[in-house]
Structures are given as C-alpha cells and as structure tokens.
C-alpha cells in the first residue's frame, strides 16, 4: 500500500523498485554510511562489515530458496564451502582472474545445488531437509578424500597475491568494498528473480506445488531453478569468503553455519529480500556484540571469571534469538511493514 | 641563622625525597603490551577452557610480579571468546590487531585457518598448546605449536611400544580409532598409515576405524581390532571416542591397552569412566608434561601457582598445557627483551626470537623438552620427542620421558 497521495503514472514508475523520493534519500544515505564506512569508523567495524555482506549474500541465495520457493535448505553452508574451494583452486592454481574465479565457484556450487533440487521434485519438509543435510556430508567427505593435489585434503587451499583491476586485496578495507559492490549486485539480481516470472513461479510452487502444477508450472524446474540460484548465491558468498581468508579448509563451512544462516533468515522475515538483510545485520551485530563484551566484563569482573562471563554472553544470545522466534515469528520485516502501513493510515485504524 | 639551616634541611630532604621518588618511578616503569588469549568459551572445548585459561591468566601473573617487573615489560592478557569458528576468529582479528598486539594464544584448527595468511603481514606471532598437524607443516608459519604433530607424537609411542614391550622383535599391531569429521583427526590416519607403510618391521595396521567425533558404540568395531589381535589401540582423536573405546573394551570383556593424547588423557577421562582404575594399563603419549603426582619441578610449579597466583584448575594434561603453552610464551618475550630491551618490542621481534634462540626444558620447568624452531615447520622438527605415562595401581606415572621419535617424512 502506497502512502496517501502517492501514485503512478507511469509503468516503469509501478514497477520501480525504489519508489518515492524519501525512499532515495534513505538508500543514497544508507550507501553514503557504508562507503565512508572505512574512514570513519575502527577496523573492527570493517571487518564486521565484510562478515556480514559476504553472510547476507548466502542469506539472500537462501531466502530465495526457502523463503520464496518454500524449499527447506540445510546445506547452504556446504554450498558456500563448494564455492569458496572453486574460486580457491581457480583463481590460485588455474590463475584466473578473481571475477571469474568468483563466477566459477558461484557457478559449481549451483551445479551442486541444482542435485538437491532435483531430489526436492519428490520429497518435502523434513525429508527434504534431510537430504540437505547430506549435503554436508557429502561436501565433507569429497573434500577430505579427494586427492590432496586437488582439493588440498585437510590442509585445504590457500591463495597468494590476490588482487582486481589491480588492486591489492591483502587489507580488510580493499575486501570491505569488494564484498560491499557484491552484496549491492546480488541483492539487486534478487529482486530481479523475485519480481519476474520466476519468482512468481517460486511463490506458487511453496503456496501449493499441485495447483502450481495445474496452473502450468513445471514444479520439478522451479525447484531445480530455486536450489541452483540459491547455491549459486552461496558459491558467491564462499568465493568472497576465500579471498577475505586467503585460505579454505573443510571445518569453516559446518551444518552449524547452515543453521546460523537460516537462524538469520527467520529473523528477519521469510518471503522478504529485506527481511534477509536485515535478519544478518541484526544477528551478526548481536554476535559480535556478545563477543566483544565479554572480554571488557570479564577485565571489569574478574572475580566472576571467563568461563561464567562468556558463558552468559552466549545464553543472553540465545535468549534474543528465542524471544524473537516467541514474540516476532514473521520475522523482523513483518513488523516493518506493519509499523509502515500504521504509520500510512493514520490517523484511521484500517 | 636557625631558620636558614633549618630551611636548608629541609631543602635536603625534600631534594633526596624527589630523587628517591624519580629513581623509584624509573625502577618500576614498565612498558604494557597486550597479549590476546584466543578462547572457546562456548563452543565444543568449552569444558576445558576454564582450566586452559586459568593456567595462561595464573603464569602471565606470577611472570608480571616475578619476572617482568625486573625486566620493565608488563603483559596485560585480554580473552576472547571465538567459540572455536573461523568466521569468528576472522571477525575478530582486525579489532585485536588495532590493540597492537605482541604475542597470542591460539587454540587450534580454526585459529589456524583463519589467521595462517594474515599473520605474516599483520607481524603477530600466534603460540598454540595442542599438537600441529602434518598438513601445518609448511615453511614460514606464524602460528607456532609447541608439540610436534599427533603422528609424530603416535609414531614415537608405537616404536617406544615395540622396542621396550615387544623387545623389538615383532611389528607391533595397532589398531587407530579416529574420524573423518575433522581435518585434524584424518591426518593423523593418514601419517599413521604412512609411517605403518613405510616401516612394516616397527608396526602392522590391523586397522583404521573411522568413527564419528562423538560415538554412541564402538563394540563391533572394538570386537573387530580385538579379533584381528591388536597389541595397542592408539585413540589420540576426541574424549568422546577415548571413553566409547574404554567402554566397548569393558563390554566385551577385553583387556587391550589403549594410548591416548593429552587432551583426552588418563587422568582426564577417569572420571567419565568410574576411577583412574578403569583404565589400569592404559598409556598417555605427548610431547607435553604427563600430569602424574610424582615430585617434579613441572607439578612444584603449578602448587606454586595455586598457592600464590590464584590457580584454581585441577593437575591435568590441559592444564599443564595451558601453563607450558604460557611459559614458552612468556620465556620468548624475555629472550627477546634481552636482545632488544623491553621499550620497542614488536611480533616481528618474538618471531625472530623464537627462530634463532633456543627454549630450554629447564625454563620451562619441565613443561616441555628443548624447543628449537625452524623457518621449515610450524613445530619443533629436529628431535622431537615424546613423553609416555601410563596408569599403574590407580596412578598416573612417567613411563618414559624425552623419548626420542623416529624421523619422519611428511605424509
């Protein structure tokens, strides 16, 4: 619903994505903070800044998945993991150019996700996210297993030197700013999927795959095509991930991250590119909030000691998450939009 | 005429008074440097982490009171919580490394993988008290560990096994239990089965069980390695696995000694088990302290440190390793304040330190043997060796100390 006195007439303005000026103020400020992000702020903020774009691309991928497509995802993590030993391995042993390397292991992790989508054709719910699960596994096994000359076995991959266009991206504030125009890309494709027709075909296939299917939806395609966006999304996320570590090894990418990225989706709001966004900033704030904390009360308390201190840190994080899920289950964005529409009827009540 | 000598007494006194008060301030001034303390708080080493970072908090200040006021450095710990994740770690760092740090704990794997990069541009040398991995094992390493690798920790177990209870007569059959699940605990399969390969005179493999971190059963596997006739069962991997062999043994009726590391040694799963009884027979094999109640300088050191420094963790393996962890630390710092005085210390200092100066055993009261490091490997490479323990009448007690470990090439 659109605030009173604000209409179209045109159709590219209908179906603009940013739609009143108010709404490009905010975006352009939104984006004036970020970017002078790295000058005004300590480093500490910078290399949250790179954790949560690079979390909120695979979070994005996984909303697509689950939030719009209504398929359960539990190996986003190990797609994430395909995708950062493709770039890895291309960019460090095969030389390719990073923005190829990242487009290759976005690329074999869909690859890997669209076999998990092929299984959704026949399966739902918990099986499904079973199946997702040996996701896991499966990325685990090969990993360790494959000759080490391949993959680096236990070790992993390490990349040297890496840089684009000539920059050299061995500091934070460089990664900062490649994951930054990442997550604007990615973000923006999303929406492109979810308001085309394939989002639409990815809605109607989680309202009710059946009538989808009398509807002239190729269900068993749409649910390939939402693993392999997602998982394309994750490889993006791995890929950045790999060239903000400059190494990957198996254990970084673990069931318990899949469940931290669904964790952040649910938060902010299934159904919802925004939701997704900000369902990561909120989580990883609170994560890093707890995280830094703990050392400043255990100094301040030391009688109390570490392991109580850190220990409550995480129990009061535990805590947030589950008020969340008790008091706010549509997730964060659900009490935007209502917040929103309040503020655009008043002073009536409907 | 009274008042002026009155008035110049007093100028005397208060002249010596200020120079005695200058010439104290210059005797206690010391520079701080911040020493990160990775830490899991709150992931899966969470139950050992009160007493690992009991030991570091304990010997940084019995070193600050003791040592460091002397020398004019002061080391002002500060934990973090990274709950055992790279994401974290990585998260973290650039805040840590804005505190300038000298010198840090790590704590492993994920430590490793998320800094290993960074660390030789960042000047900040990481010390971990868990034993490397044969896939560490590569040239210009920042994160230091004190112990060889769990292979070559193994590999000199089996071969003091072989030469001592076998009289070197017989490969010994082994048998490994370790798991896929962590990179860490396939490596060492894959140098066991390696150094087996490669010396079928010292060891026969009956078999490698791959189980998972934390095992509901291992008794078919158990009456697998028994039937198969294993000397040793070698369970370095998780607590979880020692015990779930431990039990699978008891099941079945089957007495079979089992070697363990240090971190889920002996002493430390006794209690899970029902007694230090439980486990008569069974070895401890690594290259740090064995936690035994014999009279050593390493046990002498940690009463002192309960007594006088506010240690509160029981003697154990982990706590002797967050203690010699500490020592190996602090002993770098001292060395390299000798070459380059306590004022401008920096990590590309205690780096250089560590690679030129030898760490004696005895500064390191026994906590450690002789540490010397090398450019080649992130551990001590050149005679590395192992201490042995073994439970004996209800006891923990040394079986062998510094034995050495066969050379090894890396698998």
């Given at each position: ?318 805590t947030v998450v589950i008020l969340f899920l008790l008091f706010e289950p549509k997730g964060l964005m659900h009490r935007v939009t209502s917040a929103k529409q309040a503020f655009r009827r008043w002073p009536f009540?409907? | ?389 073994v439970v004996k009448d209800g006891k923990v007690t040394t079986a062998a100390t510094g034995y050495p470990i066969p050379k090894l090439d890396r698998w």
């Amino acid at each position: 619903m659109e605030a009173s006195g604000v209409f179209f007439t045109t159709y590219a303005g209908d179906r603009s994505l940013v739609r009143t000026r108010p709404q490009w103020i905010a975006l352009s400020l939104l984006m004036l903070v970020l970017v002078a992000l790295p000058w005004l702020a300590p480093e500490r903020w910078i290399s949250m800044g790179y954790t949560i774009f690079i979390t909120a691309v695979a979070v994005v991928g996984l909303q697509i998945c689950t939030g719009y497509a209504g398929q359960i995802n539990l190996g986003q993590s190990a797609f994430m993991g395909v995708g950062a030993y493709a770039c890895a391995v291309s960019v460090s042993q095969w030389s390719f150019p990073l923005p190829a390397g990242l487009l290759f292991g976005g690329a074999a992790a869909a690859a890997f996700g669209s076999l998990f989508g092929i299984s959704a054709a026949r399966i739902k719910g918990f099986y499904l996210a079973l199946t997702t699960i040996a996701a896991q596994a499966l990325f685990h096994f090969f990993v360790l297993n494959l000759p080490s000359r391949w993959l680096g076995g236990p070790g992993g991959v390490s990349i040297e030197g890496i840089a684009i266009f000539g920059v050299d991206l061995a500091n934070d504030t460089a990664i900062y700013y490649l994951t930054l125009v990442v997550l604007v890309v990615m973000t923006g494709g999303a929406f492109g999927i979810v308001r085309a027709r394939h989002g639409r075909a990815f809605e109607a296939v989680r309202d009710d795959d059946v009538a989808a299917g009398m509807m002239g939806i190729d269900v068993t395609r749409t649910k390939v095509r939402a693993f392999l966006v997602s998982a394309f999304y994750a490889g993006i996320a791995g890929g950045l991930w790999a060239v903000a570590l400059r190494h990957v090894s198996v254990e970084q990418f673990s069931l318990f991250s899949s469940i931290w990225l669904i964790a952040m989706m649910i938060v902010g709001g299934l159904g919802s590119i925004v939701g997704a966004l900000i369902g990561t900033v909120v989580i990883q704030f609170a994560r890093e909030a707890v995280t830094t904390l703990g050392p400043s009360l255990s100094q301040a308390f030391p009688v109390v000691g570490q392991d109580i201190v850190f220990a409550s840190m995480n129990v009061l994080l535990g805590t947030v998450v589950i008020l969340f899920l008790l008091f706010e289950p549509k997730g964060l964005m659900h009490r935007v939009t209502s917040a929103k529409q309040a503020f655009r009827r008043w002073p009536f009540p409907y | 005429m009274k008042s002026a000598t009155a008035l110049r007494y007093a100028a005397a006194i208060l002249t010596v008074t200020l120079a005695g008060a200058f010439a104290a301030r210059d005797a206690r001034a010391e520079t701080s440097y911040v020493v990160p303390s990775l830490s899991d708080f709150s992931g899966p080493f969470s139950s050992v982490m009160p007493a690992l970072g009991g030991a570091r908090e304990s010997v940084i200040g019995w070193w600050n009171a003791d040592v460091g006021s002397k020398i004019g450095v002061k080391l002002v710990m500060k934990a973090y919580d990274t709950r055992f994740d790279t994401a974290q770690t990585a998260s973290l760092w650039p805040g840590i490394l804005a505190e300038k740090p000298l010198v840090g704990f790590a704590l492993g794997g994920p430590d490793t993988a998320a800094l290993q990069q960074r660390l030789p541009n960042d000047k900040v040398v990481m010390l971990l008290a868990s034993a490397s991995n044969g896939f560490g094992w590569r040239p210009n390493q920042w994160v230091l560990s004190m112990r060889p690798t769990f292979v070559h920790e193994q590999v000199g177990f089996i071969d003091w096994y072989q030469k001592t209870k076998l009289g070197g007569k017989r490969p010994v059959k082994v048998a490994l239990v370790t798991s896929e699940a962590s990179p860490s605990y396939a490596d060492i399969a894959k140098g066991i089965t390696a150094y087996a390969k490669a010396n079928p005179s010292v060891v026969e493999l009956v078999e490698v069980v791959f189980a998972e971190v934390q095992p509901a059963d291992l008794t078919l596997q158990m009456r697998r390695v028994t039937n198969a006739g294993a000397d040793v069962i070698l369970a370095p991997a998780s607590l979880q696995q020692a015990i779930a062999v431990k039990r699978a043994l008891q099941a079945l009726g089957k007495k079979v000694p089992v070697a363990f590391s240090m971190h889920n040694a002996p002493g430390f799963i006794a209690k899970p088990m029902g007694g230090i009884e439980t486990l008569e027979g069974d070895y401890e094999a690594q290259s740090g302290v064995i936690a035994t109640n014999e009279d050593t300088e390493a046990k002498r050191f940690y009463d002192m440190l309960v007594a006088k420094h506010g240690l509160k963790a029981p003697w154990h393996g982990i706590t002797a390793a967050g203690i010699a962890q500490t020592l190996l630390l602090v002993r770098s710092v001292e060395a390299a304040t000798r070459k380059n005085g306590p004022a401008k210390l920096n990590g590309e200092m205690i780096h250089q330190t560590l690679l030129d100066t030898p760490i004696t055993g005895a500064s390191l009261f026994g906590y450690s043997p002789d540490l010397s490091y090398n450019i080649s490997a992130p551990f001590p490479v050149y005679n590395p060796k192992v201490n042995i323990g073994v439970v004996k009448d209800g006891k923990v007690t040394t079986a062998a100390t510094g034995y050495p470990i066969p050379k090894l090439d890396r698998w």
